[in-house]
């Protein structure tokens, strides 16, 4: 389940996390955003160790423009208040579910603290 981005504070608390967060940029005007959100909430059911979050352009200027949003719908993702990748446009879910999976291989530090990451000993 993603959740909505409502206070910028809130924002800068979450991305220091060690955890990936998967932010999805979109505004309700926007058709492709719209044809992506069913996708993106039910991916994020699929990957419990990343955050899923929604970021409404229109409510949350100060955020697109920090990270220089001029297109949407635009997927960025975060660890410890790096990005570490971005998904640019409308993709399919079986595109989007391999560049996730992509991403979230190359962003060990940020699941070390989840199922995902933990090793047995």
Same mark, same amino acid.
């Given at each position: 389940? !993603? %959740? ?13 996390? /060690? ?15 719209? %044809?992506? /959100?069913?996708?993106? *909430? !039910? ?22 423009? %920090?990270? @220089?949003?001029? @297109? ?12 570490? @990748? *971005? ?7 079986? *595109?989007?579910? /391999?560049?996730? !999976? ?11 603290? &989840? !199922?995902? @990451?933990? &090793?047995?000993?």
């Amino acid at each position: 389940m !993603s %959740r909505d981005m409502t206070e910028e504070t809130e924002w800068d608390s979450l991305i220091s996390e /060690k955890k990936l967060i998967a932010a999805d940029f979109w505004a309700p005007w926007c058709p492709y955003c719209m %044809r992506l /959100k069913p996708i993106f *909430e !039910s991916i994020s059911s699929k990957y419990p160790d990343i955050v899923f979050v929604k970021v409404n352009v229109d409510e949350q200027e100060g955020l697109a423009s %920090r990270y @220089g949003i001029q @297109g949407i719908p635009v997927i960025k993702f975060f660890c410890e208040g790096q990005e570490v @990748g *971005e998904i640019v446009g409308y993709v399919p879910q079986k *595109e989007l579910e /391999k560049k996730i !999976s992509e991403i979230s291989s190359e962003a060990p530090i940020c699941l070390a603290n &989840t !199922s995902k @990451g933990k &090793t047995s000993q």
